[in-house]
């Protein structure tokens, strides 16, 4: 599993690199949506955002 700090160095060194995604992730033996996933976190990180998850529920019964 990759932390937090690694995904963040893997960002860096993927935009440093001046490489494809593609040609990136077979150069480093890493799958796609790994290194998209990254990215989109990288970008949570540098702007202070927390994700978080809620249950929502459209419709459904009313429990009165």
Known sequence: MVTEREGV???KKFTESKLSGRK???KNGIK???LRYWI???DELAYGKDVNFFELVLG???KC
């Open 9 to 11: 160095l893997l960002v």
């Open 32 to 34: 796609r949506s790994t």
């Open 40 to 42: 989109e976190r990288a």
């Open 24 to 26: 990136f992730c077979l």
């Open 60 to 62: 459904g019964e009313n």
